[in-house]
């Protein structure tokens, strides 16, 4: 039972309860002064009482038990700090404790989760470096200068854990390193990228950037720069996009820039504006570019829609690997899905 009091804390957190809160979705069986007694570890609630805070928090009874240690870094997320604290810290929990089932599963397995960065030394201190950066990494990662058709899923095979949550919250998604250096994590917002797939990926790869880049040293509004200019050139490389727009140009199609759009999964405005960074078009242009488009209404939702895939299996396909070989029971696969057995085996085919 070591680890109940955290445990119990982090379910509680996760369902934006308080103490009084959680005592009165347990219809009051006991006070809130004996719920803080469980979550300092002062006293151990009996099986029954588990139970029972499994049920109001929508956790299994196993879900106590769990001793995989989550220790997040600083949140490379500067908004955050000003959200409301019980959302922040439902944000957090969730987030650890999805990720440790996540990595119970891959210790199980025996699969090795250190990661290793392939920018770790290079020096950023200028646009120039960044493209240096991503060729480094798309060579590192055998991704040539083709278009990446999804990148949550290329992140997750590379042992960049990605979790997507449910928040009302206007926040597209935050960066940490878990466990000192070993785990590079990214939260996305699911409620922000419904059809928007194109800003999703572009999200994933400028948290990435937070991860990956020396740009600690800079100031926020050139951080920023620094992993957006990241985002955009791993999206679709230098030489991919001069071939693409043919060199230097006085003007653009819409119909051009949503084919683009469609193929290597970017926004028409992170296209012109990289378009612009690489000297393929004038910056009176670009300023045109995004006044039309503004008229036009396409500033919020552009008239050409990425569709494509981005999300990642990997976790369901460890998950079932370890049933089929019998690393794991039918009730631990359930546990790790964070299920009833009764749910697990009605949503799921096990022979």
Known sequence: MKYLASRLKSARLMNGLSLQGLADRIENRITKQALSKYEQGQVIPDSEMIGLLAEALHVRPDYFHADTVIEFGEIEFKKLDSYPVKEKNRIVEIAKNELSRYIELEEILGIETKFHNPLDGMAINSLEDIEKATETLRYAWGLGIDAISNVIELLEDHHVKVIEIDSEESFDGFATWVNGKDIPLIVLNKAKFEHKLDRKRF?????????????????????????????????????????????????????????????????????VYRAKKLGLISENYLKQFYIVFNQLGFRVTEPVDYEGMEHSNRFSQLLFRALAEEYISISKAAALKNQKLAEFRKENMVI
Request: with cysteine.
């Open 203 to 271: 999200t994933a790869l400028h948290e990435l950037g937070h991860l990956l880049l020396d740009v600690n040293g800079y100031k926020e509004k050139q951080k920023e720069k620094f992993c957006h200019a990241f985002a955009a050139a791993m999206l679709i490389p230098e030489d991919t996009l001069r071939e693409e727009l043919g060199g230097k140009r006085s003007k653009l199609s819409m119909n051009e820039l949503g084919a683009i759009k469609q193929q290597y999964g970017i926004s028409m405005q992170a296209l």
